[in-house]
């Protein structure tokens, strides 16, 4: 499922939670279970995710929450991500691409629908905003960038004049766009996720989906390589502190029950502002260290992020994986943080 080629993109806090007063927090906490409890019923698996990044830490000790996020979790995964994947590419287009005679094609309804769902699937398990839409104009020239790419068998943000089927429009969205080529469709966004390969290492592609400050993306794809423009429009975050704020971290995996299979070898910790040249990660399970490999520090690709590999069979259904990342500066303070968070992979079938 991670075929493909993917290029690099031009260009303390247990789970970043909100802390309640002393005063008044028992009534605050009741209140918080009662709406986490309303939206597990339900469903509301927007809702449930950002009331439980934003519990209080004390309530994380609950077995009811924790068995209400796990639950939540699978129902998730289940409804949004794995109807999408080993699909036939063919079922979603309009018209199909036909690369010999620079013919883009046109992505049909049921496939921009397939792929904003699992990138809002993607997002919500960050605890990000998981309302983000696809823009019209922007799949256009996506599409026009994605017939190019697979038609010289190449990626390329700058790709020149005479390329085969070169065009303005997707020369230009090429330049703000993530590119994959092996992949399209939602197997293209896991390629763009997992940020595999050693041009790779800071995890650009990644960084950008989970760019909490964008909530319109473009789509293109053929049958073989797909374009995801990535800042061509974007906003502040919502006004609801409760979505996002630049205090938060940004983590893949995020804390507590996360999908197995979407560990991938790169983790990451993204946090508004932050300097992370000094920080140093550690990740331990039954109180022992497993040995990673810290990737060199890149801003300007989303928010600041450090990112680090870990051997991916080294992580084990059902553990409790303990991360600490110390020595984190945000801004001009001169100060350190320290943050931390467990993680615990679940294997959904």
């Known amino acids: 499922m991670r075929k493909g080629i993917v290029w690099g993109l031009l260009l303390l806090v247990s789970t970043s939670i909100i802390h ?11 209140t918080h279970k009662n709406q986490l409890m309303a939206a597990y019923q339900s469903q509301n698996f927007s809702k449930f995710r950002v009331l439980f990044k934003n519990t209080p830490a004390k309530m994380l000790a609950d ?21 999408y994947i080993n699909q036939d590419v063919k079922t979603l287009f309009s018209v199909v691409p036909q690369v010999g005679q620079c013919k883009k094609g046109v992505v049909n309804e049921k496939g921009h629908q397939q792929v904003i769902t699992v990138m809002n699937f993607y997002r919500r398990l960050s605890g990000l905003s998981d309302s983000c839409i696809l823009d019209n104009q922007l799949n256009t020239q996506c599409q026009s960038a994605a017939l190019m790419m697979e038609a010289n068998n190449s990626l390329n943000h700058n790709p020149p004049s005479n390329w085969r089927c070169y065009t303005k429009e997707g020369a230009i969205v090429a330049s703000q766009s993530n590119l994959a080529l092996g992949a399209s469709f939602t ?8 940020d595999f390969g050693a041009n790779n290492d800071f995890c650009g592609h990644r960084r950008w989906l989970l760019n909490p400050f964008n909530d319109r993306f473009g789509h293109g ?5 797909m374009v995801i ?4 429009k974007t906003k502040v975050p919502n006004n609801n502190h409760m979505y996002y704020n630049d205090t938060q971290f940004v983590a893949w995996p995020s804390p507590y029950y996360f999908p197995k299979d ?16 000094e920080a140093m990660v550690s990740v331990n399970v039954n109180g022992k260290s497993l040995p990673l490999s810290k990737e060199r520090v890149r801003n300007g690709y989303g928010i600041n992020t450090l990112v680090w590999k870990i051997d991916p069979a080294l992580i084990q259904n059902n553990q409790i994986y303990h991360v ?15 943050y931390t968070y467990q993680v615990r992979p679940l294997e959904i079938q």
């Not at 309640?20 to 009741?30: L, R, T, W």
């Not at 794809?221 to 390589?225: G, H, K, L």
């Not at 423009?229 to 061509?232: A, D, E, T």
């Not at 790169?266 to 946090?271: A, G, P």
């Open 262 to 277: 979407l560990i991938f070898e790169r983790w990451s910790f993204s946090l508004h502002q932050a300097v992370f040249d």
């Open 221 to 225: 794809s053929t049958n073989s390589a």
């Open 187 to 194: 197997e293209g966004l896991d390629v763009l996720m997992d």
């Open 63 to 83: 077995t009811v929450l924790l068995n209400w996020q796990k639950q939540m979790t699978i129902k998730d995964y289940r409804l949004h991500y794995l109807p």
């Open 324 to 338: 600490r990342i110390t020595k984190v500066k945000k801004g001009n303070t001169g100060k350190y943080y320290t």
């Open 229 to 232: 423009s990535v800042f061509g």
């Open 20 to 30: 309640s007063d002393k005063v008044g927090a028992e009534p605050f906490q009741a």
